[in-house]
């Protein structure tokens, strides 16, 4: 589903002229099955943000070569990789990122929109979708009427809506206090078992890893050594 | 995306900011509004002008002479189509004296031909068109100027400028046989050959008010009659006797410059009302540009609103649109909706401007005339019928493109700002 080949990346840090190189990524290589529940656990600062960008395609590895679906990613230009991420995957991220001027049902709707549904089409999509996270009574509320978890669920809507075979997760209980966490976790293996999701969840959290099939541990851009990623 | 969702999100973002786009749509409207009432005046003024050359002149009329030392083929002319009458006025070099009971009047004689003079639609205030070869048509001020002796001893006496006429022929014109008698100019008395004309028609008002029409309209047979009588009288004859002015009539107003070209390509001195309207044209034409030119830099002053609206609006949906990108939203999309933003602003600016600059133009044909007329008096104020402004259909469309187009272009950039946002600065972007 996804492979990942020998990615470096190096961001340049300070003021102009005395930037120095900062490598955030180094010879990373790995892969994700179909149908998984891939986790990426590591300290804070240790390139796993990083990795999950080169991964969607919101900037590209100064080397290596990314696979999502057959698709190369480097090859796609901007527009194509708007299209790409459509089709392809869905976000969740720490801080939710739901548009505050829209409803619960509206931003849950906002992707079918971007993809051309008809508007009838959505309506009972979303409907759908918002019964099965638990948010049918909270469907006319806006971001800021919502709970942290409430508002979590949503964005998960969101990223569902679309049907995409892959789901990228950074940091999506990092907000939420723990009791709120475990609904959570629990609605993503839900997920993955009823639909088939693949889910690729970045935390710093041993405890949201635990969901995972299996786990990549990170440190200073680097895969740990040894840590074979199979099941612990 | 489909359109009218596109729409809807845009609509749902204009909302938002309702007063921030209110202002901007207000300068808009201010911008275009100046720019449509400015051109206005100029459409204004040119149509007043062209109604007053229409209205002053047959419309139809082309006046035509020769080279020097040449002649008018007239069978020529007459050949072109949509020529419809050839009139050919031939003014004789000397007084016709007319005398009528005991009223008299020394004006000029011109020889025509009545046939082409009814073709050409000569209008009659009175009467009918001559038939026989004694009966003539009579200036419109002809009455007015035959005076008895003593009418006129007065009216030399008279010290004021433009004193009332003082009696002159009171009755119909019409049927009275009039005695008429030649006089040079260098004569003090009239030749003794006289002949009895009958008045069977009298002109229209000249169009001018300055115009005074004394003349007496004769059939062109009588030429070498005149001649003759002229050169037994004087000594010595005249070569330039009589001379001759043609003008021609066309069909309609529509061929009056084919005809004036065709003419013109003949080789002639030409002068029609095609002429002096294509004139005015050429003129309005700069004058107008001019006009838009300098309302275009009031377009372009409140554009700065809309690029600056656009350019907040951008900001503040930094993150908003680095979600958008995130989850999908290609660059061309987000661009644009941000155009249809600043395009949607443009255009409500530019409807509202229109319907004010009707309102304005209006105002402006009812009160200005009125100003004006009370400024120069009571008199003029009753003939005053100027466009102060008018606003054809075509500016409408002019001014609507400049508009919203400018509107557009100042949102140009902020739309390309838009989809150069970087989505993952744009996530970390505190709530
Ligand atoms: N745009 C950037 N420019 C410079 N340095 C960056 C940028 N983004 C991330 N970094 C640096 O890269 C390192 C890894 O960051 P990140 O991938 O966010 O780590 P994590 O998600 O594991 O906490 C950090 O040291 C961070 O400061
Ligand atoms: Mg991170």
């Keep these: ?232 | 995306m489909l359109f009218k969702d596109q729409v809807d999100f845009v609509s749902q973002h204009i909302k938002k900011n309702k007063l921030r786009v209110f202002m901007t749509i207000l300068a808009a409207t201010m911008g275009c509004a100046f720019l449509i009432v400015l051109a206005s005046i100029g459409f204004g003024i040119q149509d007043t002008m062209r109604k007053e050359i229409l209205e002053d002149q047959a419309i139809t009329e082309v006046e035509v002479y020769p080279n020097d030392g040449e002649e008018l083929d007239i069978s020529k002319i007459g050949a072109v189509e949509h020529v419809n009458a050839i009139v050919q006025r031939t003014r004789m070099e000397a007084m016709a004296v007319s005398q009528i009971e005991n009223r008299s009047l020394e004006g000029n004689m011109l020889l025509t031909n009545f046939a082409q003079e009814e073709k050409s639609n000569l209008k009659l205030s009175e009467g009918r068109m001559p038939t026989k070869d004694n009966e003539i048509v009579v200036g419109y001020q002809f009455a007015e100027n035959l005076l008895t002796d003593a009418e006129r001893k007065e009216m030399e006496q008279s010290t004021e400028e433009d004193a009332e006429p003082i009696g002159g022929y009171k009755e119909s014109l019409i049927g009275k046989t009039v005695s008429m008698s030649l006089q040079s100019y260098e004569s003090e008395e009239a030749f003794s050959e006289t002949w009895d004309f009958t008045i069977v028609g009298v002109t229209e008002k000249p169009a001018k008010d300055w115009i005074v029409d004394t003349n007496i309209l004769l059939d062109e047979s009588w030429k070498d009659k005149l001649q003759e009588v002229y050169e037994v009288n004087m000594e010595e004859g005249n070569t330039d006797l009589f001379f001759s002015s043609t003008k021609i009539y066309t069909s309609s107003l529509e061929h009056v410059k084919s005809v004036t070209e065709e003419l013109k390509e003949m080789g002639y001195s030409v002068y029609s009302v095609s002429e002096q309207l294509e004139q005015l044209d050429v003129f309005f034409m700069a004058f107008k540009i001019g006009l838009i030119f300098v309302g275009t830099i009031a377009v372009l002053i409140s554009s700065i609103g809309i690029f600056n609206t656009m350019t907040m609006a951008v900001t503040e949906r930094t993150r908003e649109i680095g979600v958008m990108k995130a989850i999908g939203a290609s660059p061309k999309l987000i661009q644009r909706l941000f155009l249809m933003e600043s395009a949607w602003i443009g255009i409500i600016g530019t409807i509202l401007a229109v319907i004010i600059s009707y309102a304005v133009s209006f105002l402006a044909n009812w009160i200005l005339p009125m100003v004006v007329g009370s400024a120069l008096g009571e008199e003029e104020f009753q003939d005053l019928s100027m466009t102060f402004s008018l606003i054809p259909w075509q500016l409408v469309v002019i001014a609507s493109i400049i508009s919203i187009g400018v509107a557009m272009i100042s949102g140009w950039r902020p739309a390309r700002k838009a989809t150069k946002i970087d989505v993952i600065q744009a996530l970390r972007q505190e709530l």
């Design chain 1, 1 to 232: 589903m996804i492979q990942v080949q020998n990615v470096n990346h190096t961001f340049l840090i300070g003021k102009k002229g005395k930037e120095k190189k900062v490598p955030v990524l180094k010879g990373l290589s790995f892969e994700v099955e179909k149908g998984e529940i891939v986790a990426i656990v590591g300290k804070s600062g240790s390139g796993k943000s990083t990795l999950l960008h080169t991964i969607a395609g919101f900037m590209s590895p100064e080397q290596g070569s990314i696979t999502v679906n057959g698709q190369e990613t480097a090859f796609l230009n901007e527009t194509e990789r708007a299209k790409f991420r459509l089709n392809n995957f869905g976000f969740i991220f720490q801080n939710f990122q739901l548009m505050p001027g829209l409803t619960a049902f509206e931003n849950v709707e906002l992707p079918l929109k971007l993809k051309g549904v008809s508007s009838k089409k959505r309506k009972t999509s979303v409907k759908q979708l918002l019964k099965k996270v638990g948010l049918e009574e909270v469907a006319d509320h806006y971001p800021n009427e919502l709970s942290g978890g409430q508002q979590q669920r949503v964005s998960i809507a969101r990223a569902l809506i679309t049907n995409p075979p892959i789901l990228f997760a950074d940091e999506p209980t990092g907000s939420l206090d723990s009791e709120t966490e475990q609904d959570i976790l629990l609605l993503i293996q839900d997920l993955n078992q009823t639909l088939g999701v693949t889910f690729v969840i970045i935390t710093h959290d041993e405890e949201v890893a635990s969901i995972a099939d299996r786990k990549f541990r990170m440190r200073d851009g680097e895969l740990v050594k040894g840590d074979t990623g199979y099941v612990i």
